[in-house]
């Protein structure tokens, strides 16, 4: 496949797409990482996780930037509004922990999807200089589901554990 207007046109638009959904994904985690008290290593996971997110945001900038693109303001600010309102949504479960998991879970599960196919847009449609920036998010991501996926019987154990006890199991 060559580098095509029709390619590049679906690789920007993909590429804006992963920058708003990155921007979304700081939206949630943001409000669930400052309500956490009682999974101190949770939280720890979700602050690096949002010091990579931003990290991603800056190589996304920087790849967009490359092919004289800005990312859609707003897409970033729809995507960001939509996940502080679910993040707000959890936060009045008596089960938010458990609820936040799963829904970090699946969300960087959709990520990690993103970036395979973009990986593929940029590596068949002619930019294959680029695709390095969105390995490196993909490889992050990966890191993340990995550590929601071997860490989710754990708190959902806790939760239990706080919840029979009598204490704040929420966050």
Request: hydrophobic share 45%; proline share 2%; charged share 25%.
């Amino acid at each position: 496949m060559a580098d095509t207007s029709e390619t590049r046109s679906i690789f920007v638009t993909g590429l804006k797409n992963a920058h708003a959904m990155e921007n979304q994904a700081l939206s949630i985690m943001k409000p669930q990482v400052s309500r956490i008290e009682n999974y101190p290593e949770v939280a720890a996971q979700l602050e690096q996780h949002i010091r990579e997110t931003e990290g991603q945001l800056r190589r996304l900038q920087e790849v967009l930037d490359s092919l004289a693109e800005d990312r859609s303001a707003f897409k970033d600010m729809a995507l960001s509004l939509t996940g502080s309102m679910a993040a707000m949504g959890h936060s009045v479960a008596g089960d938010e922990i458990i609820k936040n998991s799963l829904a970090n879970f699946a969300f960087e599960n959709y990520e990690i999807a993103a970036y395979k196919s973009l990986i593929t847009i940029a590596e068949l449609g002619g930019f294959p200089g680029l695709a390095p920036a969105l390995k490196a998010n993909l490889d992050e991501e990966v890191a993340m589901a990995r550590w929601l996926d071997d860490n989710l019987r754990h708190v959902t154990m806790k939760f239990a554990s706080l919840k029979e006890a009598g204490e704040s199991a929420k966050v």
